[in-house]
T-cell receptor, first 109, second 113 residues
Framework: GNSVTQMEGPVTLSEEAFLTINCTYTATGYPSLFWYVQYPGEGLQLLLKATKADDKGSNKGFEATYRKETTSFHLEKGSVQVSDSAVYFC????????FGKGTRLHILP | DTGVSQDPRHKITKRGQNVTFRCDPI?????LYWYRQTLGQGPEFLTY????????KSRLLSDRFSAERPKGSFSTLEIQRTEQGDSAMYLC???????????FGSGTRLTVV
């Protein structure tokens, strides 16, 4: 069945460091791909999405490119801030959204 | 519209008791989803509705769980004879059709003691 695998956390970085969170997926068709973020004490929020191969989703300085050839959707940010500390979930959608296990990101000032 | 609302935010119950959670979706959204999230895991799909029709149920949804959306607006999720393994965050989400992303509520945290 469809599934999402993302790198395990926690990931700890210093402020202004470059961030990559790896995500790969398994799907029978051509799903839409998402990154959701969960800040401490808050609900899940959509961070960015891509609906077809080679699409790039971007928001708040974060980017991810839908790579069909490597079945990947890695999340990147050039310069992280303390306020980016949260749990990040990679997800795919066929008829419903399927989430990865999440990656906790901790940014040190 | 203030988004997806879930009630209560927290529920502590004794093992064996029944509990019911409520979700109010965004008013124009016709699809409503229930997920369960345990500590350190991603949300796991439980069930979803299109209007009042329940279209899919995960095998995670044992016969102790039942969900309804009687008028195609709010939804309830009931757990009968709760077990400690039911302790989790129960998330509700809604969407308009299946072409768009979901909007999630803040969840109901259930603790079974």
């Amino acid at each position: 069945g469809n599934s999402v695998t993302q790198m395990e956390g926690p990931v700890t970085l210093s402020e202004e460091a470059f961030l990559t969170i790896n995500c790969t997926y398994t799907a029978t068709g051509y799903p839409s791909l998402f990154w959701y973020v969960q800040y401490p004490g808050e609900g899940l929020q959509l961070l960015l999405k891509a609906t077809k191969a080679d699409d790039k989703g971007s928001n708040k300085g974060f980017e991810a490119t839908y790579r069909k050839e490597t079945t990947s959707f890695h999340l990147e940010k050039g310069s992280v801030q303390v306020s980016d500390s949260a749990v990040y979930f990679c997800a795919l959608k066929d008829d419903k959204i399927i989430f990865g296990k999440g990656t906790r990101l901790h940014i040190l000032p | 519209d203030t988004g997806v609302s879930q009630d209560p935010r927290h529920k502590i119950t004794k093992r064996g008791q029944n509990v019911t959670f409520r979700c109010d979706p965004i008013s124009e959204h016709n699809r409503l989803y229930w997920y369960r999230q345990t500590l350190g895991q991603g949300p796991e799909f439980l069930t979803y509705f299109q209007n009042e029709a329940q279209l899919e149920k995960s095998r995670l949804l044992s016969d102790r769980f039942s969900a309804e959306r009687p008028k195609g607006s709010f939804s309830t999720l009931e757990i009968q004879r709760t077990e400690q393994g039911d302790s989790a965050m129960y998330l509700c989400a809604s969407s308009f059709g299946d072409k768009y992303g979901y909007t999630f509520g803040s969840g109901t945290r259930l603790t079974v003691v």
